[in-house]
């Protein structure tokens, strides 16, 4: 067995006080490609960070051949060799390869011009010995994602990399371009290059990864050989979680239905979603992050309108082309992204949670700030939001009081349908209890509620049914007490043609 | 609601000068004048005053228009070509027929402006080209438009009629009509901004388009509008010009679209959006309009003078910047 290459040792990671990582060790050898593997927020990608230089650790040590060393910016960890490959791929587009590939570090002649001769004669020999077929004259922009990956992976390979650190490379690759993409990494891996490999689909890591380790809530579980693994253990690692009875989600009685979606598709992000929410019900969307359930409320709200599909809202037809048309029906969207999509951070309380209502508080035009006043301080006082007073800005609130004045904003339009996209990320445990006792009562009073969560034990917790995405697809649907967090992990982690279960 | 207590923050200036901008401005303003006063007692008299009032209400009505396109985050670049153009028209009108009825040329150079908006309008909102190159589009064209609409000729004094003359600077009530119109127009626009649904969304789109469009407001429609009531308010702006210097030219207003960003600039609106008030761009073109009228009088170079205004807008920007980057710290902790 070689020595190891890199070495972190016990590293920790807080922001702003909270622990992201806690004491993560992880090994890395030459010549082995070494996956890494844990739900949403298990903290994969703040341990790439750490190695790569973005984040310096809080505590806990990297070593680098044997010998210590600190990363305190981007460019050290690449100058000792460390390469990055995100899912957001960053190269120039009006850049042509060659150009991309040498970018920053591009030859030159002692006048100091460009030197162009040595620029494509060297690309030209890197990407062959790569076994690469890419034109060096294309311009990044017109390359496809695969290929992108190529030029990427080609830039890393001219700085001498000896540790690839790949993210989900595969999430948007075809099935061709991956094998392509493998018979690459085992090209590399046969060079004695070491290769972490980020990825959620296990099927991959079986064909691809030597090892395992697996991360849980930012703490480290187990590193195994991958061959000595079985599919449902990998699982339990991932989840292992016993769900206490945080979230008290109360019997009501389902009534009719409130929303029903057939065939949603909006190409090229989801297709065929199909389901039904009933008065009273909380509806489950379980799945990984880009799994397209965002997509899918945004689309049921009129933000950006499916291509096909029928939506039908209290038993009638609606054909929703704008969020005012699906606000007029009775539902409601509360976002994922508060400062983003949520909130408007310079104005203050009141302005915020009037803004869909302005119309309501107003009479030809003209606003009732009375009505306003009153009704915004009504919704705020209901939602216990914690402000020095209603006209504070939004943006001085803490995380946990703005997700409560967007709850209060939309609550204030008297939805009889209400998505809520992942309504606790990110805020404290106390705000997170006092909003699933929130969408208790609400769905106590029939509202029909649909909740996307990446977090299964909120899913579990919460929900009377459970719907599972995966690449843009349901693939599965549970009752209850069907689920286990194994069988959602499995249907949201597994491919497609491996088993469509409706 | 509870009463906590939000974290001690600390309030240093910066702090203070975001809370109060117009305060800020203000101070600056009456520092400004007793420092002149001492060098050039003439400055603190009636007519002074009164002069500056005539010369900024122009000023104040565009660059009130100018406020709301920036809330939104866009520029108007072409507020002085439809000037220049409305100006020509309604000279042209007056020329030809001087029995025209003196008051109903104010709601046809608004209707004239509000059409040129409304091109600026269609172009950005519908037609997705950014504010700043649309406008620079149209800022020549509607230019281009005045030269092939007067033939090159100007229009003058003695082609105007005299009670035309007298509408910008007639004193019915004490103060010149000019003014009055423009305390009226800036009262309007408070309104329209602090108290009506459409003023309410105006800030909503100009800060987070985002979170506007999900909370069901339509943004295209804003968008639009904000364009158009620029271009009203250059057209009014363009009657009481030839009314005031009882001239077209082909030159009219000429460049005047930078003073009008400036006056908002410096009167605390933020080119980055959502931000800006109608006192704060009163006391911009204010301030604007004293260092205009007091440096002839310190017996300073004009050279001076745009220097000058060039950096109170260095200033203003720089000072904005800082508590946005402020803002933005605090938001992500």
Known sequence: MSEPILELKEITKRFSGVEVLHQVSFSLRPGEVHALLGENGAGKSTLVKVMTGVHQPDGGEIHLNGQRVEFNAPHASLQAGIAAIYQELSLFPDLNVAENIFVGRQPTTTGGRLDWRTLYREAEQLLSSLGMHLDLKQKARNLSIAQQQMVEIARALSINARILIMDEPTSSLTLTEVAELFRLVRRLREDGAAIVFISHRLEELYEIADRVTVLRDGTYVETREMAQISRDELIRLMVGRTISNLFPKQETTIGDVALKVENLTLDGVFENVSFELRQGEILGMAGLVGAGRTDVARAIFGVEPPTSGRIEVEGKAASITSPQQAIDLGLALVPEDRQLHGLIPPMNLVANISLPMLASYSRRGWLRAKQERDAAFQAAQQMEVRANNIWQRARELSGGNQQKVVLAKWLSTKPRILILDEPTRGIDVGTKAAIHALMSELAGQGLAILMISSELPEVMGMSDRILVMREGRVTAQFTRGEATQEKIMSAATQTIAAGETR | ?333
Do not use: C
């Open chain 2, 1 to 333: 609601m509870s009463a906590q207590h939000p974290p001690a923050r600390r309030n240093n200036l910066l702090t203070l000068v975001a809370r109060y901008r117009e305060a800020g401005i203000a101070i600056f303003i009456l520092i400004l004048a007793v420092l002149v006063t001492l060098r050039a007692p003439a400055f603190l008299t009636l007519n002074n005053f009164r002069d500056i009032l005539l010369n900024i209400s122009i000023l104040s009505i565009v660059a009130l228009a100018q406020t709301m396109v920036i809330i939104t985050k866009g520029i108007d670049l072409s507020v002085g070509s439809i000037i220049g153009l409305v100006a020509m028209m309604v000279a042209f009108v007056f020329k030809a027929s001087p029995e025209f009825p003196v008051v109903l040329s104010l709601p046809l150079g608004m209707l004239l402006g509000a059409t040129l908006g409304a091109f600026n309008g269609l172009i950005i909102s519908y037609g997705r080209v950014p504010p700043i190159i649309a406008t620079l589009g149209t800022l020549s064209i509607y230019r281009g438009l005045v030269f092939f609409y007067s033939q090159g000729t100007w229009i003058n004094s003695f082609e105007l009629p005299a009670a035309f003359k007298q509408l910008s600077k007639g004193t019915p009530l004490g103060l010149p009509n000019m003014v009055i119109i423009a305390i009226l127009f800036a009262l309007a626009v408070y309104y329209f901004l602090n108290h009506t649904r459409t003023g309410r969304n105006i800030y909503a789109v100009g800060s987070n388009a985002e979170a506007a469009q999900m909370a069901g407001i339509p943004r295209q429609r804003i968008i639009f509008l904000v364009y158009v009531l620029t271009g009203l308010a250059a057209g009014l702006a363009a009657v009481l010009w030839v009314s005031r210097f009882e001239s077209a030219q082909t030159n009219t207003a000429l460049g005047f679209e930078l003073q009008t960003v400036a006056a908002s600039v410096v009167g605390g609106v933020s080119i980055s959006g959502g931000v800006g008030t109608v006192p704060g761009v009163l006391l911009g073109a204010l301030l604007l309009g004293m260092i205009d009228n007091s440096l002839p009088l310190l017996r300073i170079s004009p050279f001076w003078q745009l220097a000058l205004q060039g950096l109170l807008i260095l200033t203003a920007v720089v000072v904005d910047n800082l508590i946005l980057r402020r803002s933005q710290r605090r938001g992500r902790r």
